[in-house]
């Protein structure tokens, strides 16, 4: 794959994402990455680590690292294609620093785009978090036509960084991963000091990587406790809701003839039945598992998927899953932002495996028990 791999870090204001990525600019680590930062970034480059430096209105800095540092006043799309048609012998990946109160889902949006997706992969999005501030931000609530930006930025990470440790108990912490991982069960979660992470933390995460959607899945739906302390695939045509085995990988979703019947996506209210692990904190974005033994019947899924899309893919913030489809060999695994879905068929079932599908989603006012409804209804009927 050569397309040049993205991280996105992002990190509500304090946080200690700046110093973070300082980290990342000053420490001998042996990668080449080009950290893009925004004009109003905070990062203050000491000259004696520039190489370096090209005046322009884009500023882009060598630093003796290797590393690259641009600053970005024009578009971020202007300079990355800068980036690779200048400088592309100088990098390997791409890391972009969003501001304090940026949402992730636009940037997100644009790297999985049909025509971006030729020249750059989105490797995953890393969030910073204030382990001593984090539950004031998420406590000043969140609606549709208000988010919380702590609240989604959680919501769409990969890996999460629990920075400033040294500053809260351990049984607050305990508490705090415990709210956190009831928001995004499919995340990592590490402990930091100061912003000290491994670089390989924060650099090959494979958050959008189909490979690795089975251990993410697994990870999320027995109770996510993935983090560490201190230190012939034809792919899957959904433009209209449905698994067909045919060339095509993301596309928008476009479900105005979904069928409605049996149960399936019952969402007229979405004050029931939610599932806050949590139990003090009612965060209006939160993780639902779902998991159910034997096979289901494509057509159901399909109709399911594409009426759920339809109603409700602005809710959905990610979602993967593995599927067992009547029928087929192979387990079906599949990923999606939003309306953008990508999935195709991946390892065979070896013979007297138990064949198990399971889903994960990640989304705003999710109705856990209609959502078990609608999967359940595409198990095969006896």
Request: proline share 2%; with cysteine.
């Amino acid at each position: 794959d050569k397309r040049i791999p993205i991280t996105v870090l992002t990190g509500f204001l304090g946080s200690g994402k700046t110093t973070t990525l300082n980290n990342m600019l000053t420490k001998e680590h042996g990668r080449r990455v080009a950290i893009i930062e925004n004009e109003y970034g905070e990062i203050d480059i000491d000259s004696k680590l520039v190489n370096v430096t090209e005046n322009s209105e884009d500023t882009i800095m060598m630093l003796n690292n290797g590393c690259l540092c641009c600053t970005v006043r024009g578009d971020l799309i202007d300079m990355i294609f800068k980036l690779y048609e200048t400088r592309r012998e100088d990098f390997d990946h791409v890391m972009i620093e969003t501001t304090g109160l940026a949402n992730p889902a636009p940037i997100i949006r644009t790297f999985t785009d049909e025509d971006m997706s030729q020249l750059v992969r989105l490797d995953g999005v890393v969030t910073v978090v204030d382990a001593k501030h984090v539950s004031r931000h998420l406590d000043e609530g969140d609606r549709s036509d208000a988010p919380n930006e702590a609240l989604e930025q959680l919501a769409y990470a990969d890996r999460i960084i629990l920075n400033k440790t040294d500053l809260v108990a351990p049984e607050e912490l305990e508490v705090l991963e415990r709210r956190i991982r009831a928001i995004n069960a499919m995340a990592s979660i590490t402990r930091a000091q100061r912003g000290d992470v491994p670089v390989d933390y924060i650099l090959g995460v494979g958050g959008y990587d189909l490979e690795r959607v089975q251990e993410t899945v697994e990870t999320a739906a027995s109770g996510g406790h993935s983090h560490s302390h201190e230190h012939d695939h034809s792919d899957c045509d959904h433009e209209h809701g449905r698994c067909e085995h045919e060339d095509g990988h993301s596309h928008e979703h476009d479900h105005s003839d979904c069928d409605h019947e049996h149960g399936k996506c019952n969402h007229e209210g979405h004050d029931h039945g939610h599932d806050h692990s949590h139990g003090l904190h009612n965060d209006s974005v939160s993780s639902v598992s779902l998991r159910t033994q034997g096979n289901l019947d494509l057509i159901e899924v399909n109709t399911w998927l594409g009426a759920l899309l339809q109603l409700r893919g602005e809710d959905l913030y990610r979602m993967k899953g593995i599927l067992s489809i009547d029928g087929y060999d192979r387990r079906f695994v599949f990923q999606g932002v939003h309306q953008l879905f990508e999935g195709h068929p991946d390892q065979l079932w070896t013979e007297g495996e138990e064949r198990e599908s399971v889903i994960v989603f990640i989304g705003r006012d999710l109705d856990k028990a209609a959502l078990e409804e609608g999967f359940l209804n595409c198990r095969v009927k006896a």
